[in-house]
């Protein structure tokens, strides 16, 4: 069965070809409408509507119910696949570049012969992107930017692509040897990762090596591999979860472009080995009390049972893993203990949420019922406002309509379970040019709480990006201040903001800043997260949820304020429901 996602990515990948086209611009709304509107739709699964259910739907008429009939056959759209044929390879890896859209890709191509990311890259060296009518030197700077983030980004995942491949590799490992851990970068929790590590205590390198080779999906390059480093890469079989079976055919398979590194160590080593792979080189270089270095006390050991001995032996207090940085964790443990750490189980409500009010996938009601399932204590509701118009931002009278509904879920709540459950108004304001928010007074004194985020004209100087927060965090409306930097891991950078005067600001006013939860932002970055506790500002990890299932990406969120040393009690959202009804009710302008 087709999950309904996929089939919205072909339907929005047919309308962004059929504009580089040039197709019928009709058509192409088709397509667009369509795939908009079933972004939105979960109801049910698609795959399983025949097309007369299907053309009740919004945007869907009968030929585009065909077209998802043929999709949901044949596993292919026949119209996505001419076009494919039709442009060079070269074109569609353009459309990962920020600031040029299918119209601007395809004036490249046919005005400038150009079909490769190189030869883009010439033209905009060479000055013949400037030229182009309806471009100029800012879009020429704006590729050459993005085409220089995505290039340093090649070779890496993030941080959940991360974790799930591990696990699989792991799992896999785990049937063949007694002792294996998830090491490197994926045990530090960084928030990307360009190496998948993985440790195997083994007897005989040489005879464990071979069972390696084994897994079909599991591909060796023999060339950066050693007799006690196994190298290479994972098969690519679509999807991340569903690799080849062992002892496939691997020789036509794509692979993905993570490396992946496995360690051999003699079992009596393997814990201190373990320590060692889980450190950075920043880290090990600490010095000890003794004066030598971490790493020289871990040498010392021929064997240790665990990291705990090595640290003891130091004279220094015991690090997490996802801490091991050598940026000042050891300065921290001086104020804190690892106790302090946030953890899941400390989250007490979920902050920073859509619904189908503007471009979630799940009901107001199904979002609330979910969350208290979870044993949360309350759902913040936080809808794109009005000026978000491709999310479907509300207009004050669907505000309206919205905390009418709010507080008749709160009325039913409240009769049908013992344990206290709230919704709570809130609002994703558009932090607009002149960083004002989206809503007079009047509306957002309405609100229970205010994010405060930026969503568009993201190209700004860093004077100009902190102008615009600054006025927003001035604002007596603004609770939190929503994935500060806007940047999108791995495909777009953000823009840039002198942090330490953004957190001054949000400690003089007040403001919570947010960590954004989705492993495709985790912003604030966790580097800024130590300041922000010096200056007294609280963190929300808030998992920026579009549907219920993204309530869990408030894990990745809590990775990574750990690796940034959040403690439970500068983490907002571990405020009980009183302790946060009685914060917002006192911060309320009067």
């Not at 009939?69 to 390879?89: F, H, K, R, S």
């Not at 905009?124 to 009518?133: D, F, P, S, V, Y």
């Not at 203990?337 to 007490?348: G, H, P, Q, S, Y």
């Not at 990775?559 to 429901?577: D, E, V």
Request: charged share 25%; with cysteine; proline share 3%.
């Amino acid at each position: 069965m087709m999950p309904n996602d996929e089939i919205v990515e072909i339907l929005e990948l047919t309308a962004k070809l059929l504009e580089l086209h040039e197709a019928d611009a009709f058509k192409i709304r088709t397509y667009t409408s369509a795939a908009f509107n079933l972004s939105r739709f979960n109801d049910r699964e698609l795959s399983t509507m025949p097309v007369a259910e299907l053309t009740q739907l919004q945007g869907v008429g009968k030929g585009m119910a065909g077209k998802i009939q043929e999709i949901v056959q044949t596993g292919q759209l026949n119209e996505l696949e001419q076009l494919m044929a039709q442009t060079p390879a070269g074109v569609l890896e353009m459309f990962k570049i920020k600031g040029i859209g299918a119209k601007k890709i395809g004036t490249i191509w046919r005005q400038l012969g150009i079909d490769t990311i190189a030869g883009l890259r010439e033209a905009c060296e060479t000055g013949q992107i400037a030229q182009l009518k309806g471009f100029g030197e800012s879009t020429q700077q704006k590729i050459l930017a993005s085409m220089a983030f995505l290039q340093s980004q090649m070779g890496k995942v993030r941080m959940d692509k991360g974790v799930i491949l591990a696990d699989l590799i792991k799992e896999e490992l785990q049937k063949r040897f007694e002792q294996v851990a998830i090491t490197g970068e994926v045990a530090r929790k960084n928030e990307t990762v360009e190496t998948i590590q993985l440790l195997i205590g083994a007897e005989a390198p040489v005879a464990a090596m071979r069972q390696l080779n084994d897994i079909g999906w599991l591909l060796q390059n023999e060339r950066i591999s050693s007799p006690f480093t196994w190298r290479g890469k994972i098969a690519d079989h679509s999807a991340t979860a569903d690799l080849p079976p062992q002892g496939e055919a691997v020789e036509q398979q794509k692979t993905l472009e993570i490396q992946v590194e496995i360690v051999l160590i003699s079992p009596h080593k393997f814990e201190k080995q373990r320590f060692l792979l889980e450190s950075t080189e920043a880290h090990l270089e600490q010095p000890t009390a003794s004066g030598l270095t971490l790493l020289t006390v871990a040498n010392s050991f021929l064997s240790v049972q665990s990291a705990e001995e090595i640290y003891e032996k130091a004279g220094l207090p015991f690090v997490v893993p996802e801490m091991r940085e050598g940026q000042g964790e050891f300065e921290w443990l001086t104020k804190h203990k690892n106790e302090d750490l946030i953890t899941w189980n400390d989250l007490r409500g979920i902050l920073h949420n859509h619904s189908t009010y503007s471009d979630g996938r799940h009901s107001l009601e199904v979002m609330g019922r979910y969350c208290r399932e979870l044993g949360f204590e309350y759902l913040g509701i936080a809808d794109h406002s009005q000026t978000a118009g491709y999310a479907n931002g509300l207009r004050a009278d669907r505000v309206k309509l919205q905390h009418e509904e709010i507080e008749r879920l709160n009325q039913a709540f409240e009769t049908e379970a013992s344990k206290p459950f709230k919704i709570l108004k809130g609002i994703e304001s558009d932090i607009l040019g002149d960083g004002s928010l989206d809503y007079p007074e009047e509306v957002l004194k309405t609100f229970d709480y205010v994010v405060a985020s930026v969503h568009s004209n993201l190209s700004m100087s860093l004077e100009k990006a902190t102008g615009r927060l600054l006025a927003a965090i001035e604002n007596p409306y603004t609770t939190i201040l929503g994935h500060p930097t806007g940047r999108l891991l791995l495909a777009r950078e953000g823009y840039p903001i002198d942090h330490k005067v953004i957190i001054d600001a949000c400690a003089h006013h007040g403001v919570v800043i947010e960590i954004n939860a989705s492993p495709w932002r985790l912003d604030l970055d966790w580097r800024w997260i130590r300041y922000c506790m010096n200056r007294g500002v609280l963190l929300s990890i808030n998992p920026d949820a579009h549907q219920k299932e993204g309530y869990f990406d408030m894990h990745y969120g809590v990775n990574a304020a750990r690796k940034g040393g959040l403690t439970k009690a500068m983490t907002f959202n571990a405020l009980s429901l009183a302790e946060m009804e009685a914060y917002l009710q006192k911060r309320k302008p009067i």
